[in-house]
């Protein structure tokens, strides 16, 4: 079973910075990309951020320049740099993760559990 384990949200005031990770196991086969959506209340989710396993990066428009993703390859984890951060970037932020389990398994996508980010003053 794979699974994804995210840390880094919590509270923080308009402008302040935070940075999440997600760790993918490392006894897998290969990973293809891996990513961060989010979803506010009474909104649906959203992608923010996603980096292929060669470094490509992609970004929501609305959040270029201010959030930055980068990747360990050899610790299979994704970290999310989220600066100047809004109030209307509150909600739980998903990880997920494109990968190859074993070599006689084919790809899909894997999530994680989701964690609070709250920017209020």
């Known amino acids: 079973q794979v699974q994804l384990v995210e840390s880094g949200g919590g509270l923080v005031q308009p402008g302040g910075s935070l940075r999440l990770s997600c760790a993918a196991p490392t006894n897998i086969f290969s990973i293809n990309a891996m990513g961060w959506y989010r979803q506010a209340p009474g909104k649906q989710r959203e992608l923010v951020a996603s980096?292929?396993?060669?470094?490509?990066?992609n970004y929501a428009d609305s959040l270029k320049g201010r959030f930055n993703m980068s990747r360990d390859t050899v610790k299979n984890t994704v970290f999310l740099q989220m600066n100047s951060l809004q109030p209307e970037d509150t909600a739980v932020y998903y990880c997920?993760?494109?990968?190859?389990?074993?070599?006689?398994?084919?790809?899909?996508?894997?999530w994680g559990q989701g964690t609070q980010v709250t920017v209020s003053s």
């Open positions: 980096i292929t396993w060669g470094g490509s990066t």
């Open positions: 997920y993760a494109d990968i190859r389990p074993t070599l006689w398994t084919s790809s899909r996508a894997y």
